[in-house]
C-alpha cells in the first residue's frame, strides 16, 4: 500500500513538472511575441515617417517591406493578374493585380483591390481598364511566406485575365517577358487611378495583435502555473493530513 502511495505521488509530481514547464514555456513565448511586435511596429512607424520612394529606391533597399511608395508610368491592361480566394465581408472575390511600366522602365504588379468573384467561378469579373499615364501612391508588399496551395502552380500560356493561387513575381515575370519587382504595391484606399473608382482596399482595416495582448497571454499561461502548483500543495497537504490521522487512529 505505502509503495502505491508512493508510486502515485511521484506521478503527481511528474505530471505538475510538465505542466508548470509547459505553462512557464509559453508565457516565456508570449513575452517574445510581445518584444518582437514591439520591435515590429517600431520599425513600421518608422518606415511610415519615410518619404514615399520611387521603385528604384525600394528595389535598392535591403527591406522595403511597409515602405510608402510613389510611382508614375503605365497600366497594362492587356495582363491582369487575379489573385483567388480574397473575401471581403464572406464574399468570395479576387485581388485584381495589374503590371505597370513605370517611367524609370521598371515593372512592378500594383494591387488595384478587390473584385467579386460572381455567381459562376468559370466565368471572371470584367476588369476595369485604365488608360494613360497615372502616378500611384501605396505601400509595399510582401508576403511573409508562401501562401498555401494544394500543388505547385502550373501558369497557362497565353490566358488573361491569369488567375493564380498566389503570387509568384519570378513566373509572372517569366509570363509577361519582363522582371518584375519581387514585391506588390498595394494601392491606398481612397486613392483614384485613371479616374475610376476605387475598388474596394480593405488591407487598411488588417488591425494587428499588440504587445499588450501579448503580455495579457503570458499572465495567463503564468496564472495557470501557479494554479497547477497551488492545487497540487493543497492535495499533497490534505493527503499528508489523512496519512497521519490513519496512523493516529
Given at each position: 500500500m505505502?509503495?502505491?502511495t508512493r508510486v502515485s505521488a511521484y506521478l503527481a509530481l511528474i505530471a505538475l513538472f510538465v505542466v508548470v514547464g509547459?505553462?512557464?514555456?509559453?508565457?516565456?513565448?508570449?513575452l517574445e511575441r510581445a518584444e518582437e511586435k514591439r520591435a515590429w511596429l517600431e520599425s513600421q512607424q518608422q518606415k511610415a515617417e519615410l518619404p514615399a520612394a520611387g521603385l528604384a529606391t525600394l528595389l535598392a533597399s535591403d527591406d522595403p517591406r511597409h515602405r510608402r511608395a510613389k510611382l508614375t508610368g503605365r497600366i497594362d491592361n492587356a495582363h491582369p493578374v487575379l489573385l483567388d480566394n480574397r473575401t471581403l465581408n464572406r464574399v468570395a472575390g479576387y485581388h485584381l493585380l495589374s503590371p505597370m511600366l513605370?517611367?524609370?522602365?521598371?515593372?512592378?504588379?500594383?494591387?488595384?483591390?478587390?473584385?467579386?468573384?460572381?455567381?459562376r467561378r468559370d466565368v471572371l469579373p470584367p476588369i476595369p481598364a485604365i488608360e494613360g499615364r497615372v502616378q500611384v501612391e501605396g505601400?509595399?508588399?510582401?508576403?511573409?511566406?508562401?501562401?498555401?496551395?494544394?500543388?505547385?502552380?502550373?501558369?497557362?500560356?497565353?490566358?488573361?485575365?491569369?488567375r493564380v493561387q498566389k503570387v509568384?513575381?519570378?513566373?509572372?515575370?517569366?509570363?509577361?517577358?519582363v522582371e518584375l519587382a519581387p514585391f506588390e504595391i498595394r494601392v491606398n484606399p481612397e486613392l483614384s487611378l485613371g479616374g475610376l473608382e476605387p475598388l474596394p482596399r480593405h488591407w487598411q482595416d488588417i488591425t494587428v495583435m499588440g504587445p499588450q495582448q501579448h503580455k495579457a497571454y503570458a499572465l495567463q499561461w503564468l496564472g495557470l502555473a501557479i494554479a497547477a502548483m497551488v492545487i497540487f500543495l493543497f492535495a499533497a497537504t490534505r493527503a499528508q493530513k489523512r496519512r497521519l490521522t490513519g496512523k493516529t487512529q
Open positions: 505505502a509503495t502505491r509547459t505553462c512557464l514555456r509559453l508565457s516565456w513565448w508570449q513605370t517611367d524609370s522602365g521598371q515593372w512592378v504588379l500594383v494591387n488595384r483591390g478587390w473584385l467579386s468573384r460572381g455567381a505601400i509595399v508588399y510582401q508576403s511573409p511566406g508562401e501562401a498555401f496551395v494544394l500543388k505547385d502552380e502550373q501558369l497557362p500560356d497565353n490566358q488573361w485575365p491569369l509568384d513575381f519570378h513566373a509572372i515575370g517569366e509570363k509577361l517577358g
